[in-house]
C-alpha cells in the first residue's frame, strides 16, 4: 500500500514552468505505477501523465505531450510532473495517484486501475 502526497502547486503566469511533486509513503513504491490527473472547476478528473514502476515507459495525454514530463525517484519514493509552457487552460487541481501495475506498458491502464490517491494541489494559470 502507498499514500501518495502531493506538492508544488501555486500561481504561474502563462508560459512559465512549475514542478508538482508526489511523496508516496509505502515500502513497495516501486511495484507501482504512478499517474497524474487533474480536475478543473465543472469538468470531470482526467488523466494528464502516467509513468511506469521502473521509470522507463511514459505516457501522455495530448493536451500536454511535448510541454509536461513525468518522472520518478525509486529510491525516494517519489514522482515528479516538470510542467512548461502552461496555459490558462491547465488550471486545475492535480492528482498523484497510483496502480499496483508490474507491466511496462502502462497505455491501457485504466482510471479504475489507480487504487490510491492524493488530496490534490491546485495549479493557478493566470493570463
Known amino acids: 500500500q502507498v499514500q501518495p502526497v502531493e506538492s508544488g502547486g501555486g500561481l504561474v503566469q502563462a508560459g512559465g514552468s512549475l514542478r508538482l511533486s508526489c511523496a508516496a509513503t509505502g515500502r513497495t513504491f516501486s511495484s507501482y505505477a504512478m499517474g497524474w490527473f487533474r480536475q478543473a472547476p465543472g469538468k470531470e478528473r482526467e488523466f494528464v501523465a502516467a509513468?511506469?514502476?521502473?521509470?522507463?515507459?511514459?505516457y501522455y495525454a495530448d493536451s500536454v505531450k511535448d510541454r509536461f514530463a513525468i518522472s520518478r525517484d525509486n529510491a525516494k519514493n517519489t514522482v515528479f510532473l516538470q510542467m512548461s509552457e502552461l496555459k490558462a487552460e491547465d488550471t486545475a487541481v492535480y492528482y498523484c495517484?497510483?496502480?499496483?501495475?508490474?507491466?511496462?506498458?502502462?497505455?491501457?491502464?485504466?482510471?479504475?486501475?489507480?487504487?490510491?490517491w492524493g488530496q490534490g494541489t491546485q495549479v493557478t494559470i493566470s493570463s
Open positions: 509513468v511506469s514502476r521502473s521509470g522507463g515507459n511514459t
Open positions: 495517484a497510483a496502480a499496483f501495475w508490474t507491466w511496462e506498458d502502462i497505455e491501457t491502464l485504466t482510471v479504475s486501475a489507480y487504487q490510491y
